[in-house]
């Protein structure tokens, strides 16, 4: 790592492809019909996603933008799942028209619909509020147990959506969209949301081919559910209503995937005493790592320079920026950090590039380990790069 120049993410080839194979032979255990649907949002580096394409998964998107790098990144239109309110309805269009995919997010979108061709018939599916106060309370955070995304079967909403589908003759509503960002990530849930989206599709009658469960789940972490035991759960909550047999269940993992193959390296540039402790000032940021800030705790070592014994009761790792709390987490009675020592952060790969700020730092170096050396995916940002996506002319 000492040809390194950090700050910088580094991802493991090795780690990022026992993820995937993990992930889809777990799948095809419990699953005669699947997909397995990376999420762009988690983690967009090109490489990834040929990774993923390779391999035989589809691209998950939620908006415009990410439709159309899938599809610069090699996918196949027929090999994207098309979710969220951000489609426009050019790519939307596009996307039914060519064999995408498609959850019904917002009530334009069904609007939409009516602007293809009527000398075919298009499947669609659409997207079901999950309500976790009422169908998972234990797994509900107090401020989000109520989800901003699809139509709710607890109101009239997803009737008037379902019904102004059906009412369209070239429109055919084949599936059901689920996906509910949870708080624990607990197996328990998912077997609950399978089982209400059994409930609520009971109540029509429709040729359903697909439930797409979505992702959020835990990749492959010691002490942390397993992808098998999150596949039972599902199968055993869909097979309440559903015939495995016949229909298609669709997941898509981010976090699962990609997760535990990405590290950051950041270097020791500046150790100052303050008060009783010192401060150890990084190259890297909070803002790489943590972007949400709600992280306490972080899987980490240390690459020191040099071996020298100086026990320290604290030291405060922080981050370069000019914000106060750019304070990452606390060291205590270990050997005092030096300047030249590295920091790496592992398990770093979710939600952490695609939200990264351009805030007095630009984007740093991409590094790919694929075992025996380090080569460069994507050179770090500089300020004429900055400069010149602002050039019109």
Not at 5 to 18: D, G, R, W
Not at 160 to 173: D, V
Not at 234 to 252: C, H, M
Request: net charge negative; glycine share 6%; with cysteine.
């Amino acid at each position: 790592m000492e040809s390194i120049e950090t700050p910088a993410y580094i991802v493991n080839k090795s780690n990022l492809e026992t993820s995937i194979t993990s992930f889809t032979s777990a799948k095809k255990t419990h699953f005669k019909n699947s997909i397995f649907s990376y999420s762009l949002k988690t983690n967009s580096l090109p490489y990834i996603l040929d990774e993923v394409n390779r391999r035989g998964g589809f691209a998950e998107v939620v908006s415009s933008d990410e439709y159309e790098l899938a599809r610069l990144a090699g996918f196949s239109i027929n090999n994207i799942v098309y979710n969220g309110p951000l489609k426009s309805k050019a790519t939307f269009l596009e996307a039914i028209q060519g064999g995408a995919i498609v959850n019904i997010e917002t009530t334009r979108e069904i609007e939409w619909l009516d602007e293809l061709s009527k000398d075919h018939t298009y499947p669609v599916g659409i997207r079901v509020n999950i309500d976790l106060a009422l169908i998972s309370p234990d797994d509900a955070k107090d401020d989000e147990d109520y989800s901003r995304f699809g139509f709710s079967a607890e109101n009239s909403e997803l009737d008037i959506a379902i019904n102004k589908i059906l009412s369209l003759k070239h429109i055919k509503l084949t599936g059901f969209h689920v996906h509910r960002t949870t708080l624990s990530r607990a197996v328990s849930t998912y077997k609950e949301i399978s089982l209400y989206i059994g409930k609520v599709a009971s109540k029509y009658s429709l040729d359903i081919a697909y439930v797409d469960i979505g992702g959020g789940f835990y990749g492959i972490m010691e002490g942390k559910p397993s992808f098998e035991e999150y596949f039972l759960a599902v199968k055993e909550g869909l097979s309440t209503y559903f015939d495995l047999e016949k229909i298609t269940v669709i997941f898509e993992p981010g976090n699962a995937i990609v997760a535990s193959a990405v590290d950051f390296i950041t270097s020791v540039i500046d150790v100052k005493k303050v008060r009783d402790f010192y401060l150890v000032t990084t190259d890297g940021s909070r803002n790489d790592i943590d972007p949400f800030y709600k992280k306490s705790s972080y899987f980490h070592y240390f690459l020191r320079s040099e071996s020298i014994k100086n026990k320290t009761p604290l030291q405060i790792v922080t981050g370069g920026t000019c914000l106060e709390y750019d304070k990452i987490f606390e060291v205590k009675n270990e050997d005092l950090l030096k300047v030249n020592d590295r920091v790496v952060y592992k398990s770093v790969g979710a939600y952490t590039m695609t939200l990264s700020p351009l805030f007095i730092r630009f984007f740093p170096n991409i590094y790919l380990n694929n075992g025996s050396s380090y080569r460069l995916l994507r050179k770090k940002w500089s300020a004429s790069d900055f400069f010149d996506i602002y050039k019109t002319n």
